[in-house]
């Protein structure tokens, strides 16, 4: 299985430029790649990316975790996604029961992108709660 702790460190330096993102790098992590992302002007939780079993990108906000894999075929759909959290265009719906889903804004509707938490499909349910970034400029 290829490595791909070089691009995911790419991905991560771009995401963090393009937000202008102060960050860490954890380097004993039990990952290939893990970086935090502390509350600053563009976030207002803790975020984690990290590269875990050479090929899956992972994403972590407050009780949320993710793992997107392989990496060759989801890496752009994960920068797409980690963007919109930072720009508000994501959230997390909780939807019970610990199942949680990360939903993209498309137009007027969420589109589930992930399932977390014994959540393997979109419930028709509202959620519980949701959790977003809301800019601690504004």
């Given at each position: 299985?290829?490595?791909?702790?070089?691009?995911?460190?790419?991905?991560?330096?771009?995401?963090?430029?393009?937000?202008?993102?102060?960050?860490?790098?954890?380097?004993d992590?039990?990952?290939?790649?893990?970086?935090?992302?502390?509350?600053?002007?563009?976030?207002?939780?803790?975020?984690?990316?990290?590269?875990?079993?050479?090929?899956?990108?992972?994403?972590?906000?407050?009780?949320?975790?993710?793992?997107?894999?392989?990496?060759?075929?989801?890496?752009?759909?994960?920068?797409?996604?980690?963007?919109?959290?930072?720009?508000?265009?994501?959230?997390?719906?909780?939807?019970?029961?610990?199942?949680?889903l990360?939903?993209?804004?498309?137009?007027?509707?969420?589109?589930?992108?992930?399932?977390?938490?014994?959540?393997?499909?979109?419930t028709?349910?509202?959620?519980?709660?949701?959790?977003?970034?809301?800019?601690?400029?504004?």
């Open positions: 299985m290829r490595d791909y702790a070089e691009e995911a460190t790419a991905l991560f330096t771009r995401f963090a430029e393009r937000h202008r993102l102060k960050y860490e790098v954890v380097e992590a039990p990952v290939e790649v893990w970086w935090t992302f502390p509350p600053q002007e563009n976030l207002t939780h803790k975020v984690v990316l990290a590269l875990q079993n050479n090929d899956e990108l992972n994403f972590g906000v407050v009780d949320f975790w993710s793992y997107f894999f392989p990496y060759e075929t989801v890496a752009t759909d994960f920068e797409s996604f980690i963007d919109a959290w930072v720009v508000g265009n994501a959230r997390i719906a909780v939807v019970g029961g610990g199942a949680r990360l939903q993209v804004r498309a137009g007027d509707d969420w589109n589930t992108v992930y399932g977390a938490g014994g959540c393997l499909f979109p028709l349910r509202p959620p519980k709660r949701l959790i977003t970034n809301v800019s601690l400029s504004n």
